[in-house]
Nanobody, 119 residues
Framework: QVQLVESGGGLVQPGGSLRLSCAVS????????MAWYRQAPGKQRELVAA???????KYANSVKGRFTISRDNAKNTVYLQMNSLKPEDTAVYYC?????????????WGQGTLVTVSS
């Protein structure tokens, strides 16, 4: 069994910052890419940022220059530093990891953490 546990969501004012964390635990051999997605009410889930096992990041255009994704491979943890938050960043944020399991490569999701940007 594999678990992805997210933390760090909450209510923040526009222009504020939050840092999300996602720790992976359980039975797996290795982690490839890790990513953050988000889903706003009434909208499809979208990719926010991703990072390779080597640390190379990519971002959605909407968050470039404001969000930073990073990972600590020793802790099997991925982070999302979110600065200059806007109301349109309000969503449930989900962590995703590409894992090498006993059955081969597979993706796993966290349960989601709510980020609300509002005054």
């Amino acid at each position: 069994q594999v678990q992805l546990v997210e933390s760090g969501g909450g209510l923040v004012q526009p222009g504020g910052s939050l840092r999300l964390s996602c720790a992976v635990s359980g039975s797996f051999f290795s982690i490839n890419a890790m990513a953050w997605y988000r889903q706003a009410p009434g909208k499809q889930r979208e990719l926010v940022a991703a990072v390779t096992s080597g640390g190379s990041p990519k971002y959605a255009n909407s968050v470039k220059g404001r969000f930073t994704i990073s990972r600590d491979n020793a802790k099997n943890t991925v982070y999302l530093q979110m600065n200059s938050l806007k109301p349109e960043d309000t969503a449930v944020y989900y962590c995703n990891a590409d894992l090498y399991l006993t059955t081969g490569w597979g993706g796993a999701w966290g349960q989601g953490t709510l980020v609300t940007v509002s005054s």
